[in-house]
């Protein structure tokens, strides 16, 4: 079955970017614009993997990893983070919300590729 | 990062959104404290402009956004309080940021240093931050190992239940691990308890691993970068000295005891929160989502949905010939099919619209530059910003709007001083206000200064040779002759509306929109233009009638009643012009077939005619002299001038629906083929007649 990905970020370019590269890795990727949107989504169906970004307008992405990890269906659903923050304590609070992973942009396709291969079971 | 090429229009279509954002935002900016969500705003701008330029490695745009981004999270998390210049300043990045984006978009470097000063500055303003916390950079250097001898590792791995619950897996891990060398694992078991006390959520799993590789400490944890605190890790160099063992190793067993006992609690937490997450996305229902279509694409469809209300209307006016009372239902479906045709054509007339705020939302930052400028305090009033407008009036109204800003600026507003003076507040307020009145969008721009001063007005028009020495004028048309070309009442010409582009041009943008610009003002109070544009260029509703054999299309909005004249309400002016008395008021009659045919039959019997009353923009209504009024139809509007030119009194053509092409009157063109002569204008005088 082909694996379904949440893409979180409110910048157009970025989302396409993460689309392509996922979809090109086979996966299906369906975007949401900022955490609240995310959150929208995730009603939708059952995830394999969340991307998403830390600066959004209206939720930002720390918020959402915490809403997601509380939602049972995303307990054990891999979150990554992908920012250009590379800011310890942004770090720190994103790992207490319980993300997986922290991808630090700009991301070259195939070290995307091979985190997320990485993390999805 | 080539295969991200295609991205390069997305991200700088983006730009241009976040640039127009960034600069709305920062116009508004105030000494002290700001609004949380403009200055988050202007943040989220910044910083997804750098993350973009960092993916397609504009370096230098880089480098400044991230300057700039440092300063607005400082800002906004309330550690830097803007100064009195600080304002000024951040536009001014803003600025240098829009153009080492376009220079970027260009495929051009930026002009050399550019951005120097402001990154300079931009530094300088991030040390005023208070009580900054030490800031790592991260810039995640490789450590500089250049052993390339294989080393032995022994590594102690145990979980935590936190890692299996932010979905972090050890066998990934332990498969990255084996990716840096020869690895070989072996589980530590010793930790699961007794059945009656396992807890099926707790983590009880470890292991021992054994690694072969050419590399060092830090490759192997960063491995385990993410989750270095959801585990034990220890991690021995066997060649290495034996005594840096250990450094956080057998708390293990305590810890997961600990744990066990305290499990149930986060577990209990989380139904509850399960039911606020899925609740928050009643938040998001009201979001607008969009999708991008290239304008041609659009041009297209509106083009082939035009042609399609024509030819529904040509065939609807074949089949009525055809078609009587027996064939009800023939006749429903027809007009059902209208229907749906005229719908169908507002949905796609409806893609093409957009909210002014496109427009408006620059003046702010023009207002304020202007203002400093020449010395003068300004407030800037916006209203109706959401009122939709065809995206191309959108794109033509930039520039007149613009100079009639400015214009009040310089000319309509007075000094600080001169308005204390007159007991005028020192702040002067510009009003730039929309709205949607009988399909036409009404632009205002006003100020409360000095107003027109209609005897300078006046003199200056005589001294430049527009209006005969002798003319005796009422204030609504002094007023109106600063639209000529060639008028400029400015007494020096100062750098800012003073370059030769006059109200005339603005007039002729507004004309060429199918637009009119009048303008109403009081000496000392202020003055207000008013532009009326349509909503759109390329439909109309119209009203066929007919004159001396030819149809015409009148614009529906321009018309305000028809009347069948009686001998008694007309009257032949002296200047051999004609007049109409209806209900008190005294209407100008225009004979439609003399006006716009060269056969100099004057004054047709009316009486045998009917009249259309239209209105001008400037409120004065006209009487047009047509032989019969046949019917009411939307058009599709096509320029005359594109394939033909110009031609006074012709607003453009339409295809009708029997297919033949019929010229649309442009009212106000009408009243202005044959002006009346100096001597009569009182007679017809209209004032505060609007409708």
Redesign the interface.
Known sequence: MTRRVLAVDDSKTMRDMVSFTLKRGGFEVVEAEDGVDAIARSATGLFDLVITDINMPRMDGITLVGKLRSDPRFRTTPILVLTTEADATKKAAGKAAGATGWIVKPFEPSQLLDVVHKVCR | ?D??E??RQ??FE?CAELLEHLEEATSSLLPGQNDPDVL??M??AV??I???A??F?FERLVRFSHEFETVMDLVRSERILLDDDDPDFLLRCSDVLHSLVSAAQNGVEAAEGVEHEALEDLKDMAKRASDT?D??????IPQADCDTTEKRFTLHFRPHRGL??????PY?LI??LAGLGALTVKADVSAIPEFKDFHPEEAYLAWDMDLLAVCNEGDIREVF??VE??CDLTITCIDDDVDELTDTPYVVEEKGADLTKSAPAPQA???V??I???E??N???N?V?SIRVDLSRVDRLVDMVGELVIAQAVALQSLEELVDIRHVRQLQSLEDLTQRTRALQEGVMAIRMQPLRAVFSRFPRVVRDIAAKLGKRVRLEIEGEGTEVDKTIIEELSDPLTHMIRNCLDHGLETPEERKAAGKPEEGVVRLTAEQRNGRILIRVGDDGRGLNPEKVLKKAKEKGLVSQDADMSKEEIENLIFLPGFSTADQVSDLSGRGVGMDVVRRNIQKLGGRIGVDSIPGQGSIFTMALPLTLAVLDGMLVSARAETYVIPLSAIVETVCPKASDLRDMPDSGQVMSLRGEVIRLIDVGTALRTDTINNVEPLRQMVVVTETELGRKIGLIVDGVLGQQQVVIKSLEVNYRAIAGVAGTAVLGDGRVRLILDVDGLSEINPPSQDAPNALKQKGMRA
């Open positions: 990062m295969e991200f295609q991205f997305t991200f983006e988050d705003r943040f989220r910083h997804s750098k993350a973009g960092g993916a490695k916390p800031m790592p950079l991260d810039l995640i299996y619950e932010s979905a972090n897996e990934l498969d990255a970068e993410f605190d959801e937490a989380s139904p929160k399960a606020q997450a899925l928050d996305p938040a998001g229902q979001k989502s």
